[in-house]
């Protein structure tokens, strides 16, 4: 099992940078990691995973903005989000997988507020 911890959020303009860490209590070196984000009245999206060998895959609405890393040594994974628009505003989890996993999902973090002014 892992807890995970996420920090970096806040309120950014629009045309703005955030980056959000990731950190776990454990190693994550054989888990698959993400993070996704969950806008009022919609449902929980998948933005970016990053799987154990650090392969990546992005949402279509963040793909050239957005990007996943991790730091195994660290236990943590970043998302470093540029040119951040309204549509982005939602809280951001983290979200790691049972070992040998290819789909983050297994654990998620608390969430942090990201809100976008246009």
């Known amino acids: 099992q892992v807890q995970l911890v996420e920090s970096g959020g806040g309120l950014v303009q629009a045309g703005g940078s955030l980056r959000l860490s990731c950190t776990a209590s454990?190693?994550?070196?054989?888990?698959?990691m993400g993070w996704y984000r969950q806008a009022p009245g919609k449902q929980r999206e998948l933005v970016a995973a990053i799987t154990s060998d650090g392969g990546t895959n992005y949402a279509d609405s963040v793909k050239g903005r957005f990007t996943i890393s991790r730091d195994n040594t660290k236990n943590m994974v970043y998302l470093q989000m540029n040119s951040l628009k309204a549509e982005d505003t939602a809280v951001y989890y983290c979200?790691?997988?049972?070992?040998?996993?290819?789909?983050?999902?297994?654990?998620w973090g608390q969430g942090t507020q990201v809100t976008v002014s246009s």
């Open positions: 979200a790691a997988s049972k070992l040998h996993r290819t789909a983050p999902g297994d654990y």
């Open positions: 454990g190693s994550i070196s054989l888990r698959a």
